[in-house]
């Protein structure tokens, strides 16, 4: 069936609660497994029917946002989730604290009691306005982005439409861009200053009221890190530090050659090559096309996963006026299909939709049948391991969507994994550093990160950008104003998508098949255990990345990148 053909009813709210209610009454009074169970999944397809609904709407407002009907519909989900949410915390806490919880486990995979663990450890109605105070600040932040208005060559950018100009072939441009955008953060320091106080003290404070010594801990909670700890994710930068940053100024001193200038200017950081970055060639129609030819000469699963996305257009993909901004993939739980939302925009991210977005949406389809619908999907770095990993599967085909500019891109898409490792582990120690020292002042935190910096990407060079110098880059970083310690999880996801890349190019049989294992186990292991099911080294270990970074240095070095 048709996406569009999918029917939308809105939930009777009223009818919800009291079936809810009665489940929950009736899982309270089960005192073993056999009573507990069948309750248990009566109330997973009551949930699922309301995530199916709500997916429904939110996808059908995102790609038409002038549609009446659904902007009223996404109005009554915004409104009612948060009340639904009441009874899945009370759903969290009779499942953790069942006394015969360990028997559950052959049924509902334990990484389900750790989630919901985490979910109550970060929960309690007296925190309430502690969160609507920093969901206001979030909101504040957002809006103040979006304000921006860059006048530049007679015209006006927001702040996404000026970063195109850093891929212009005038040097001038993309420096006038850049300069531009980053006077829109220089005149409003002060407000990124207040707002980002605010929000360390709002979480400190929330983090306090429920007894944890600083937010770090709490914010481990919130992002379900299920089987990892600040030191293991120390010992893990660390070994960033030593083992990739090197590699990382090595590129960047290529990139410098390339351009003819001594060093990567800070405009210039995203133009790998003077002649143009690599780009897609063909229209909309062919590379649509070229994806269905990979997916069917990849395998067999995602043959009949591309076939089922194309014939029941489960994606809206070109941009068009009415749209919002962005990508996301997500999943329609009782239709069992992922959907894809995108932008295309003529540059090489188009194919990583085909590729990156394509990946989410290919874990999906596998582990739809996982009964438990909070374990479809895995956590955040390991749902990232399976989607950057479909970027390196895609490799042998990218010069269907590439022609002429294939070697270019593998090139830059490879050096740009190792050039994204350490600042990725910058965003996160930075974060650390900030909720370990509660009370600093905006100064003091401007001068850590740019410490940080200097650290992590020693070959920055900020000359001419005083805003950058000072240490407001990261003024730009939503994560760490929306979803703080959120990030660590993509370098995670990062270095296991290399090694999937190295088992690949060695032709190494059993690539494919525990790649595929990883995607139909969605969520029903921890990351580690993801990790470890996939055949694949966890990251966290000293001496754990030399060899794939090994692999990867060696592949670039022997590129005559200056020919490309
Ligand atoms: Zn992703």
Not at 208 to 236: A, K
Request: one cysteine or more.
């Amino acid at each position: 069936m048709k996406f569009t053909d999918l029917k939308y009813e809105r939930p009777d709210y009223d009818t919800v609660v009291k079936t809810y209610e009665e489940l929950l009454a009736k899982l309270a009074a089960a005192d073993n497994k056999d009573a507990f169970l069948p309750v248990f999944r009566e109330i997973n397809t009551l949930r699922s029917s309301l995530a199916t609904m709500y997916n429904l709407a939110y996808v059908r407002h995102s790609v038409n946002t002038a549609d009446e009907f659904y902007d009223k519909e996404n109005e009554f989900w915004d409104e009612t989730n948060p009340l639904f949410a009441v009874y899945d915390t009370r759903l969290s806490k009779l499942c953790v604290e069942c006394p015969f919880r360990e028997e559950l486990y052959s049924d509902i995979p334990e990484p389900y009691f750790l989630a919901a663990e985490c979910q109550l450890k970060s929960f309690r109605e007296d925190i309430v306005p502690l969160l609507q105070k920093e969901n206001k600040l979030i909101s504040e932040y957002g809006k103040l982005k979006a304000s921006a208005q860059i006048e530049f060559d007679g015209k006006t950018y927001n702040l996404s439409t000026i970063s195109s100009k850093a891929e212009d072939l005038d040097p001038a441009v993309r420096k006038g861009a850049m300069d531009g955008k980053l006077s829109f953060y220089e005149a409003h320091e002060a407000d990124f200053d207040r707002i980002y106080d605010d929000l360390v003290k709002v979480r400190t404070e929330i983090a306090r009221t429920l007894g944890y010594p600083s937010f770090t801990e709490l914010g481990y909670q919130r992002m379900l890190r299920l089987d990892y700890d600040r030191n293991m994710v120390d010992t893990y930068r660390r070994e960033i530090l030593r083992e990739i940053v090197p590699a990382a100024a090595e590129l960047y001193e290529k990139q410098a050659k390339r351009l003819g200038t001594k060093t990567v200017a800070y405009y210039d950081k995203a133009m790998e090559f003077p002649a143009g970055n690599p780009t897609p060639k063909g229209t909309y129609e062919e590379l649509i096309q070229a994806a269905g030819q990979m997916y069917h000469e990849m395998s067999p699963e995602t043959g009949e996963f591309i076939d089922r996305m194309i014939e029941d257009e489960l994606w809206d993909l070109k941009s068009r006026d009415g749209k919002q901004m962005g990508g996301y993939c997500t999943g329609i739980p009782d239709y069992r299909i992922p959907f894809i939302f995108a932008n295309f925009n003529g540059t090489s991210g188009d194919v990583n939709v085909l590729t990156h977005e394509a990946g989410h949406a290919f874990q999906y389809y596998m582990s739809r049948d996982i009964p438990v619908l909070d374990l479809q999907w895995p956590t955040n770095e390991s749902a990232e391991i399976t989607s950057m990993s479909m970027e390196f599967n895609a490799w042998p085909w990218l010069n269907l969507f590439f022609k002429e500019d294939t070697e270019k891109y593998r090139y830059t898409h490879l050096s740009g994994t190792l050039k994204f490792l350490p600042y990725g582990v910058l965003v996160d120690h930075f974060q650390h550093e900030v909720y370990d020292h509660a009370d600093w002042t905006p100064e003091e935190r401007k001068a850590c990160w740019r410490s940080l910096e200097k650290m992590y990407q020693p070959y920055l060079d900020y000359t001419g950008a005083p805003i950058l110098e000072k240490g407001c880059w990261w003024f730009q970083q939503g994560h760490i104003f929306e979803a703080p310690f959120y990030y660590i999880d993509y370098t995670l996801a990062q270095v296991c998508a290399l090694q999937f890349w190295a088992r690949e190019r060695r032709q190494d049989p059993d690539a494919w098949k525990d790649y595929l294992t990883l995607c139909r186990l969605g969520g029903t292991k921890t990351f580690t255990g993801l990790v470890k099911s996939a055949g694949l080294k966890v990251p966290f270990e000293e001496g754990r990345l030399s060899d794939v970074v090994r692999e990867v240095h060696s592949y670039l070095s022997s590129v005559d990148d200056a020919a490309l």
